[in-house]
Every structure is written in C-alpha cells, then in structure tokens.
C-alpha cells in the first residue's frame, strides 16, 4: 500500500488589467501562473474557489498598476529545466524600472554564448510581471519578444519607467 500523498489543488482567478484580462493560478502555498486570458478557450467561471494567495496577488497587481508596488513578496513557482529555472531566477533579479538585453542576460548567466537558450527559456515563462520577462529588451534597445505583444511590452516598460524615474516616454 502506497501512502497518500497530498494533491496541491491549482484554483484561477481573473483580473482585468490595464493591459488586458490576466489569468492568475495557484495553490495555497504558491502562485504558479500568470498569463494573459484566452476569452475564447477559458472557462466561462471557476469551478473551486480561488485561494487566498491568489487574492493576495490580484491585490498586488492592483497596487502594480496603480504605481504603489515595485516589489512583489507573494511565493511562486514554477517547473522547467535547471537553465530555464536558473534564467527565470536571473529575471527575477532585474529591479522595476530597469532592463536588461538579452546580451545581458546571457552574460549574468556566466555564458555570452547562450544568448538565444536564454531567450527561449524567457519566453516560456509563465509568471509575467511576477517574474518580469517583459524587462528584457534587445541589445540596441529596442523592444523584441513578448507573449502578450508589443504594445502591452511598451505599456509595463513606460509604466515602470515613469513611477521610478518620472520618465514619461521610453520608446
């Protein structure tokens, strides 16, 4: 006879942000997604009742977007190989109102090299703003890659510019 091992049971929860509906997931102990809705292929509501760490966050992505949080200290987590973990843990050091290219990235990494393996393991991560992929940016400053599109990349980029910096215009 095996022993019961505790299922983490993974709610949802949506924001409708300034930049569009966020899809917000997690257990109790973590939240393990935030992305952006799929209208057409979410459920049209929950089935369980989202757990307090998701309200939690919500509650910080308001403060986010109204320009009275820069730091989150909600827990997260997500699964991937020990490079895409090791990249997301070097995004997540990337301070608000700042960037990074992906040139620098890589070097942050320990390796110029892996410029491209840091770039895909950027683009899967699924904890956006949480984890802030949408920081890093090419290396003649301009903007390149983001699940979400251009313009909503331009929109947190020139929102956290403008509450750490007082810059109104980045790109």
Same mark, same amino acid.
């Given at each position: 006879?095996?022993?019961?091992?505790?299922?983490?049971?993974?709610?949802?929860?949506?924001?409708? /942000?300034?930049?569009?509906?966020?899809?917000?997931?997690?257990?109790? !102990?973590?939240?393990?997604?935030?992305?952006?809705?799929?209208?057409?292929?979410?459920?049209?509501?929950?089935?369980?009742?989202?757990? @307090?760490?998701?309200?939690?966050?919500?509650?910080?992505?308001?403060?986010?977007?109204?320009?009275?949080?820069?730091?989150?200290?909600?827990?997260?987590?997500?699964?991937?190989?020990?490079?895409?973990?090791?990249?997301?843990?070097?995004?997540?050091?990337?301070?608000?109102?700042?960037?990074?290219?992906?040139?620098?990235?890589?070097?942050?990494?320990?390796? @110029?090299?892996?410029?491209?393996?840091?770039?895909?393991?950027?683009?899967?991560?699924?904890?956006?703003?949480?984890? @802030?992929?949408?920081?890093?940016?090419?290396?003649?400053? /301009? !903007?390149?890659?983001?699940?979400?599109?251009?313009?909503?990349?331009?929109?947190?980029?020139?929102?956290?510019?403008?509450?750490?910096?007082?810059?109104?215009?980045?790109?």
């Amino acid at each position: 006879m095996q022993p019961e091992t505790e299922i983490e049971v993974v709610t949802f929860a949506y924001y409708d /942000s300034p930049i569009g509906i966020l899809k917000i997931g997690g257990t109790d !102990l973590y939240i393990t997604e935030i992305s952006f809705a799929d209208k057409e292929n979410e459920p049209a509501s929950n089935t369980a009742e989202p757990s @307090p760490l998701i309200h939690r966050c919500i509650e910080q992505l308001i403060e986010y977007f109204t320009g009275t949080r820069q730091v989150f200290d909600i827990p997260y987590h997500q699964s991937g190989t020990a490079f895409q973990e090791k990249v997301w843990a070097k995004l997540a050091e990337i301070n608000y109102g700042n960037t990074y290219s992906y040139g620098d990235l890589a070097k942050k990494l320990g390796d @110029p090299k892996v410029i491209r393996a840091a770039a895909a393991a950027n683009g899967k991560n699924k904890l956006m703003i949480l984890v @802030p992929c949408h920081r890093v940016i090419g290396a003649d400053r /301009s !903007l390149v890659g983001y699940a979400g599109g251009m313009p909503k990349k331009k929109w947190l980029l020139q929102h956290e510019f403008r509450i750490k910096h007082g810059v109104q215009t980045l790109f």
